[in-house]
């Protein structure tokens, strides 16, 4: 079975690069890293993958706020070719600062403030996946992972139209950041962008779950990539 090539896009102070990589490539891709620098001087490796992320972390220092400036930066550098990569139907996923990123840049809606309860948080949530269009949940269950942000407040000004159209792809079980409809992730309208705020990436082998060695297992965020990789391959 082909691999399909997966590119996890970095920008200056991104640190989730490397844990996206290894997620995909157990998911069965062949991912690469390449930064907005790379794509600058050659932007084929984009052109050439099958599958996006857009990966979390700091970038720019979170200066003008999270994920403003990798927005500029993907949109002058990329942002066309991006559009063009949704619309040939490859998968595409922001994860964190990533997600901020893909809000900002006009590729998903709403917009994400700061936490409700004013500080950083870095914590274990559940994430329940919602009946919605996007690839990426398709049929998956319940994911535990890690949030990490001080800007993870998911808002919209109509959440019940964007869950008509099916763009809700996951809710926190127990809403730590004061999200509107405890939204986690969301899908563009056609599925295959998704964005959400925690870190799949960072439980994708059981080891990985805190209460692991206590004999408590929770859901693998390495079926969502899964669910990803599958749809790559089959575009």
Same mark, same amino acid.
């Given at each position: 079975?082909? =691999?399909? =090539?997966?590119?996890?896009?970095?920008?200056?102070?991104?640190?989730?690069?490397?844990?996206?990589?290894?997620?995909?490539?157990?998911?069965?891709?062949?991912?690469?890293?390449?930064?907005?620098?790379?794509?600058?001087?050659?932007?084929?490796?984009?052109?050439? #993958?099958?599958? @996006?992320?857009?990966?979390?972390?700091?970038?720019?220092?979170?200066?003008?706020?999270?994920?403003?400036?990798?927005?500029?930066?993907?949109?002058?550098?990329?942002?066309? %070719?991006?559009?063009?990569?949704?619309?040939?139907?490859?998968?595409?996923?922001?994860?964190?600062?990533?997600?901020?990123? @893909?809000? =900002?840049?006009? @590729?998903?809606?709403?917009?994400?403030?700061?936490?409700?309860?004013?500080?950083?948080?870095?914590?274990?949530?559940?994430?329940?996946?919602?009946?919605?269009?996007?690839?990426?949940?398709?049929?998956?269950?319940?994911?535990?992972?890690?949030?990490?942000?001080?800007?993870?407040?998911?808002?919209?000004?109509?959440?019940?139209? @964007?869950?008509? #159209?099916?763009?809700?792809?996951?809710?926190?079980?127990?809403?730590?950041?004061?999200?509107?409809?405890?939204? #986690?992730?969301?899908?563009?309208?056609?599925?295959?962008?998704?964005?959400?705020?925690?870190?799949?990436?960072?439980?994708?082998?059981?080891?990985?779950?805190?209460?692991?060695?206590?004999?408590?297992?929770?859901?693998?965020?390495?079926?969502?990539?899964?669910?990803?990789?599958?749809?790559? %391959?089959?575009?």
């Amino acid at each position: 079975m082909s =691999r399909p =090539r997966a590119l996890v896009l970095q920008a200056p102070g991104t640190n989730r690069d490397h844990d996206a990589v290894f997620a995909l490539e157990l998911a069965g891709a062949d991912a690469h890293i390449a930064s907005l620098l790379d794509l600058t001087e050659d932007a084929s490796p984009l052109d050439t #993958a099958q599958l @996006l992320v857009v990966a979390g972390g700091f970038s720019h220092a979170d200066a003008l706020g999270a994920g403003r400036m990798f927005a500029v930066s993907l949109e002058h550098v990329v942002g066309e %070719r991006v559009r063009d990569f949704v619309a040939a139907g490859r998968p595409v996923i922001g994860i964190c600062n990533g997600f901020q990123t @893909l809000v =900002r840049a006009g @590729l998903l809606p709403g917009a994400l403030g700061h936490n409700a309860s004013g500080d950083f948080q870095c914590e274990w949530v559940t994430l329940e996946p919602q009946a919605s269009v996007c690839v990426w949940t398709l049929d998956i269950e319940p994911i535990d992972c890690p949030i990490a942000h001080g800007e993870g407040r998911y808002v919209h000004p109509d959440i019940t139209s @964007l869950e008509a #159209a099916g763009q809700v792809a996951l809710r926190y079980r127990d809403n730590p950041n004061g999200s509107t409809g405890d939204i #986690a992730g969301v899908c563009d309208p056609t599925g295959v962008v998704l964005g959400l705020m925690p870190h799949p990436e960072n439980h994708v082998i059981a080891r990985q779950y805190p209460l692991h060695t206590r004999g408590q297992h929770g859901g693998l965020g390495l079926q969502l990539f899964r669910r990803g990789v599958d749809h790559a %391959r089959a575009v």
